[in-house]
């Protein structure tokens, strides 16, 4: 009696485990956004007028920042534990998605991804990814 209980037990767990697989179709939904983020960091151009977020951030943004007219500035690869950061420019704080808002506008003329866009969210997954073993250092500069 046991024993077919057991069976029955099984044979239903296994069923259920067929029904409601753990990630339906998304193998892993985070290394996806990461290598969405990568892509559109590297070829997008956000309609405006040729550059891509490497024309300044090169090598996908783990190599140095270089400016349209040759000035070195370090590289963004750790900017997403800076985040967020208060902007003596702008006035306020700025959230790491506003700081790509203000690249997309004045780096590539282009138009601003939204705040709740997938574009928006693939983009800072893929920041966040470079500053993997970084400390947290809210507020400070880049390579320091
Ligand atoms: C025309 C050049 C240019 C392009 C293209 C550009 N940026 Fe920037 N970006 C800058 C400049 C200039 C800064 C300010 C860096 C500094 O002063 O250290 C900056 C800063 C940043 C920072 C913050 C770095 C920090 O430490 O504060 C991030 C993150 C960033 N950019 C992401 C992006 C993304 C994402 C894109 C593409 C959507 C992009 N940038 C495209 C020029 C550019």
């Known amino acids: 009696m046991r024993k077919t209980l057991m069976m ?4 239903l767990g296994l069923s259920l485990a067929g029904t409601y697989p753990a990630y339906a179709g998304n193998e892993d ?3 996806e956004a990461v290598s969405s983020g990568h892509s559109l960091f590297t070829s997008h151009t956000f309609g405006g007028s040729g550059r891509t977020c490497e024309t ?17 500035r ?7 534990a800076l ?10 704080v700025l ?8 690249c997309v506008v004045g780096g ?3 138009m601003p991804p ?3 866009s997938m574009e928006m969210r693939a983009m800072i997954a893929y920041l966040t990814s470079l500053s993997h073993g970084k400390a947290i250092n809210m507020g400070g500069k880049a390579g320091q």
């Open 8 to 11: 029955v037990m099984i044979a």
């Open 83 to 92: 985040f967020p950061r208060f902007n003596a420019k702008a006035g306020h």
């Open 108 to 110: 590539l003329q282009g």
């Open 95 to 102: 959230t790491l998605e506003d700081q790509v808002r203000r």
């Open 74 to 80: 370090p590289s963004i690869a750790g900017a997403a």
């Open 114 to 116: 939204a705040y709740d």
């Open 56 to 72: 300044c951030h090169h090598d996908g943004g783990k190599g140095p920042t270089v400016l349209p007219n040759s000035v070195h």
């Open 29 to 31: 939904p985070l290394s």
